[in-house]
């Protein structure tokens, strides 16, 4: 490691002077620096290049585990230490996830549907469990309200909708892309909290029409669609808190991307064994 020290900053300080400092011999460092590399070193710097291609691929959000899988799947046989060492020495590290403050739905509640979810976060197939909820998103032109629907069986988005206001058209647009794209349910389960939005009659009339039972989170309760609320985080945590938006459509673009191209096709989730969702899904059906 001295010697590594020294061969960095020796364009900044003198040899010798290091040499003297860090009480290690002028000759002994160029013997060492006039070495090749051990097979060691080069299959970490072969794997160097597989782990920077996974991190600066996943917008440097991804931890270790993360990465490891994606070098595994690249056909590299190495251990999740040496993934660690290399990233740790490398700089490489994940981006840590933040909380900030944001306006609160202050509509009137209306009497609420029973939590027939319970917090069971888990499906045992497609279609069986949603959950959905909005968030929102800040840019120059004011708020953009983004609404989800995320099937429990894979954690895949299947519906969203993004407007400039939160009304019950926003969360109703989600589910009705939800249907579209996954067909008609039978014997679903939809799960959201208490806002004005998901308990008003045009949002229930809708579930009614394509037989899904509703499901709501207890007042004030967030951990009742925590499921939901890990998804958000990591919208903002790897994409949303780290850019500045000057128009909704700006905003728009950016989280469409982050949703379809990265979220569902291609982030590692642990609860699916390190799958992304449509990887999941593709593989359940080949099973």
């Known amino acids: 490691m001295r ?20 009480n290690v011999s002028r000759s002994g460092f160029h013997a060492w620096l006039t070495r090749l ?20 691929g996943s917008d440097r959000t991804y931890g270790a585990r993360r990465v490891w899988h994606d070098v595994l799947a690249e056909g590299v046989m190495c251990g999740l230490h040496r993934i660690e060492r290399i990233m740790r020495e490398n700089a490489m590290r994940a981006r840590p996830r933040r909380r900030r403050g944001l306006p609160k739905d202050e509509g009137v509640r209306a009497a609420a549907a029973a939590n027939l979810l319970e917090r069971q976060f ?18 120059a032109e004011g708020w953009l309200y983004v ?11 299947v519906g969203w909708s993004m407007q400039a206001s939160m009304t019950a058209q926003l969360v109703a647009d989600a589910l009705v892309m939800a249907v579209w794209r996954r067909g008609k349910p039978d014997a679903l389960l939809h799960h959201s909290d208490q806002g004005s939005q998901y308990t008003s009659e045009p949002f ?13 989170s207890r007042s004030g309760n967030v951990w009742d669609n925590a499921a939901m ?30 949703t379809e191209r990265f979220y569902n096709a291609a982030r ?20």
């Open 3 to 22: 010697f590594a020290f020294i061969a960095k900053h020796r364009t900044v300080w003198p040899v010798a002077w290091m040499c003297s400092v860090l």
């Open 229 to 258: 609320e890990s998804f958000f985080s990591s919208l903002k945590t790897e994409r949303t808190a780290r850019r500045t938006y000057r128009t909704r459509d700006e905003a728009r673009a950016d989280v469409f991307d982050y």
């Open 268 to 287: 590692r989730h642990s609860t699916l064994g390190y799958l992304s969702p449509v990887e999941f899904e593709n593989r359940a059906k080949l099973a």
């Open 204 to 216: 229930q009339r809708l579930m009614v029409e394509h037989g899904i039972v509703c499901s709501m």
């Open 37 to 56: 590399p051990s097979g060691r070193s080069r299959d970490d710097d072969a794997i160097l290049t597989k782990v920077r291609t996974s991190f600066v």
């Open 122 to 139: 888990e499906a045992d197939g497609p279609n069986r469990k949603w959950i959905a909820d909005f968030t929102y998103i800040w840019t």
């Open 147 to 157: 609404a989800a629907v995320i099937d429990l069986f894979s954690r895949r988005v």
